[in-house]
């Protein structure tokens, strides 16, 4: 039942988090010159993802998987108690929201709720999440879809573990 949960959370994540677009930045420190430390600035959707060539998800893949999933899982849930709450000032149920008579006759209602819901700087908040824990889309995609893969059994067991009070409060 837990492969389940995790099969659901990791898929509505998963799902939830291919908004991304390319264009922001996040801050590398590298050794330069006589052993300087240079801050310069990384194009963190510039950085292209290369999976390992084994598919084992690595130790640190996954904390950082982890954190990013329990971070959109937040922003999802104030997301849509912010919805909620833009509803019930109005009156309006999920039932009629979901009504397609009422979706043409309330179209900035229906708007509205979306804008708060999934649009606005929805995306651009998934993104600083990205950025935080310095990660990809692609790879958070990827670590995602290869949880359940054999060889990376002790890994899901601990991101189950981990994402249990998300899976199933």
Known sequence: MKRVYTAVILTVLTLLSCSQKPGDSGDSTL????????????????????PPADGIITEDMSERYIMCAKDINSLIQQRAEAGKNYLDSLGVTYEQLADSAFKTNNKEIVDNYNNITVGGNFTESEKNIYRKYSMTEDEFIWIASHLSNPENAEIQAKVTEALLEIIAP
Not at 31 to 50: H, L, Q, R, S, W
């Open 31 to 50: 050794a330069g010159v006589n052993g300087a430390i240079d801050t310069i600035t990384v194009d963190t959707m510039d950085v292209v993802f290369t």
